[in-house]
């Protein structure tokens, strides 16, 4: 079964600041897809970034970055120099090549003081 | 950008009480879903829509639950005999492709659930 872990629960970071996202995914798949949404007080749930297992190459796009580990089951996000405008909840999400549901992590809450 | 449309935002109903939950997702796609976050907790995969029928739903999805694509344009989830427990955001998403390989869902801004 899929399971993604983001254990930080609420990080606050001082504007300008470096914040990096923890998500430890289980998964039996060989093939799989990790993803990384966030959610603004408004509610929606907003499509940041998509990996996929066979592509282990870290990324850079704009002020968002990742790490992704196969050895060590990760896929880490960062903000770097965080804005006001990043203060949200942030998921990570995992979908197995098998079926076509995304399992969540219980998403951290990062608030971004001005 | 085109979005997936959610309504109404907020819905309050009675213990017992039908629900329809209603969604348009983004004309050009063809699979729909719905997923539901109760407080505090992690956003939960309850069904995906394909070809006019079910594709794959999660254990949640008991027989309470129901989809359907009326016309061409909105897809609704109905909930029979609501429970309280049933008091959750629910997420509309589409998405173009058959499966999560090369696609991201597109998903609406919600309807909030809350069962009185």
């Known amino acids: 079964a899929q399971k993604v872990t983001q254990a930080q629960t609420e990080i606050s970071v001082v504007e300008k600041e470096d914040v990096t996202l923890d998500c430890v995914y289980e998964?039996?798949?060989?093939?799989?897809?990790l993803f990384w949404y966030k959610q603004p007080p408004s509610g929606e749930l907003v499509f940041l970034i998509r990996?996929?297992?066979?592509?282990?190459q870290n990324e850079i796009s704009g002020r968002y970055s990742w790490n992704f580990q196969k050895s060590t089951s990760s896929f880490n996000f960062t903000i770097t120099a965080s804005q006001v405008v990043d203060s949200a909840v942030y998921f990570c999400?995992?979908?197995?090549?098998?079926?076509?549901?995304?399992?969540f992590g219980k998403g951290n809450q990062v608030v971004v003081i001005p | 950008e085109p979005e997936v449309t959610q309504t109404p935002s907020h819905q309050v109903t009675q213990m017992g009480q039908e629900v329809i939950l209603r969604c348009v997702p983004i004309?050009?796609?063809?699979?729909f879903y719905w997923y539901r976050q109760i407080l505090g907790q992690k956003v939960e995969f309850l069904v995906s829509?394909?070809?006019?029928?079910?594709?794959?739903k999660s254990e949640i999805f008991d027989d309470q639950f129901s989809v359907e694509r009326p016309d061409g344009s909105n897809f609704t989830l109905k909930i029979r005999s609501t429970k309280l427990e049933d008091s959750a955001m629910y997420f509309c998403?589409?998405?173009?492709?058959?499966?999560?390989?090369?696609?991201?869902?597109?998903f609406g801004s919600g309807t909030q659930l809350s069962v009185l």
């Open positions: 004309s050009n796609h063809l699979y």
């Open positions: 998964t039996r798949d060989t093939t799989y897809y």
């Open positions: 990996r996929n297992s066979f592509d282990e």
């Open positions: 999400a995992l979908s197995e090549s098998m079926n076509n549901r995304l399992a």
């Open positions: 829509f394909y070809n006019n029928e079910i594709s794959e």
């Open positions: 998403a589409s998405s173009e492709a058959l499966r999560l390989t090369n696609e991201k869902l597109f």
